[in-house]
């Protein structure tokens, strides 16, 4: 694999290598949550990244312990990334995990440096730091810990109902610091949601990690996507999702349509031949423009979420945004008590 190389190299390739030169491990594991899935664990040079400048994220910085996600999501953008690896962006994405074990150690060591100016790191944003390899590598409690010791802000959008296990960390790290935390719910039809969003736990299952970071006290904002055209955004099928994101307590809840780029639209089209092959003219001429959907279906799918949002009595998240919830008010071993509330930012 092209790794093999940039492993092999990185002690003269310099900061922009892209591996250490420690060896790729390749482990798999006979357990029936990792059945067929292979995990290579690597030691990384860098692990907070700066978002290309032409991005349209509200962010900056990110931190992505793993590459590869065994969500399998079949729209996944991220699939692309795969290819950089010379590892497969279909059945591969989904299954050749890699996994960055120093993760915790060197976001520890960068937020050290006398560089780092303290600027907000988004994580979920590629593939999910929740995904099913953190059940066994507990890569983010060590990340959340080195991001709270240095009160530094940052964000969290997950699939994933095992965010949960680190529920206590993160009202500790909201106590000094800004944290947002959103889930990701496009709809609760789960017809669709067992064939387009296999690996990942049910709409309902992460509906119930809102309602849990609700009554713990830490706010939780819901990103409605992706909405998929023609199969999830009949109007009936929109106000029944948000009617279900605000029974569960979310604070805001924000729709994304599908967008298709190279490497995630070649295998979703191929899963949409498969599955519902009526579709795939009116998916061609919906995206014969590019990776996003047209500017007028986009805005036509926002204003009917945000109407049926008002309804239920939650409004929209802006890119960025940021609303006021209440913090942990002990003190711990090191700290004051904390006065007020603090800042929860929302993706």
Request: glycine letters at 8%; hydrophobic letters at 40%; aromatic letters at 8%.
């Amino acid at each position: 694999m092209r790794w093999d190389n940039l492993v092999e190299n990185a002690s003269t390739a310099g900061e922009n290598a892209l591996f250490g030169t420690d060896a790729v491990i390749t482990r798999t594991f006979d357990t029936p949550e990792f059945r067929g899935i292979t995990f290579h664990e690597i030691r990384a040079r860098s692990i907070i990244n700066r978002v290309p400048g032409a991005s349209r994220m509200p962010f900056e910085w990110t931190v992505n312990p793993y590459r590869g996600c065994s969500h399998a999501c079949v729209y996944c953008f991220a699939r692309k990334t795969h290819s950089y690896l010379d590892l497969d962006t279909g059945l591969g994405f989904d299954s050749q995990i890699v996994v960055k074990v120093n993760a915790p150690e060197l976001v520890r060591r960068q937020l050290a440096s006398p560089r780092w100016q303290g600027a907000h790191i988004a994580m979920g944003t590629n593939v999910d730091c929740y995904q099913r390899a953190e059940g066994r590598y507990r890569l983010m409690p060590g990340i959340i810990a080195a991001l709270r010791e240095r009160a530094n802000p940052f964000s969290i959008l997950t699939k994933g109902t095992l965010i949960l296990r680190d529920l206590e960390s993160l009202r500790e790290a909201a106590a000094v610091t800004d944290v947002g935390i959103s889930v990701s719910v496009g709809f609760v039809d789960e017809d669709l949601w067992r064939t387009v969003e296999p690996g990942t736990p049910s709409p309902r299952r992460r509906l119930d990690v809102v309602r849990a970071m609700a009554d713990s006290g830490i706010g939780c904002g819901v990103l409605m996507a992706p909405v998929v055209p023609f199969l999830s955004d009949d109007p009936a099928q929109l106000r029944e999702t948000v009617r279900e994101i605000a029974a569960a307590g979310a604070g805001s809840v924000t729709p994304l349509v599908l967008h298709l780029r190279p490497g995630a639209r070649e295998w979703f089209m191929t899963w949409l031949a498969e599955h519902h092959p009526r579709l795939v003219t009116r998916y061609e001429r919906m995206y014969a423009g590019g990776a996003y959907a047209p500017t007028w279906y986009q805005r036509r799918v926002t204003r009917q979420v945000h109407e049926f949002a008002a309804e239920f009595g939650i409004g929209p998240a802006g890119r960025g945004a940021a609303r006021r919830i209440s913090a942990p008010q002990e003190p711990g071993p090191d700290r004051e008590p904390v006065a007020g509330a603090t800042q929860l930012t929302l993706l």
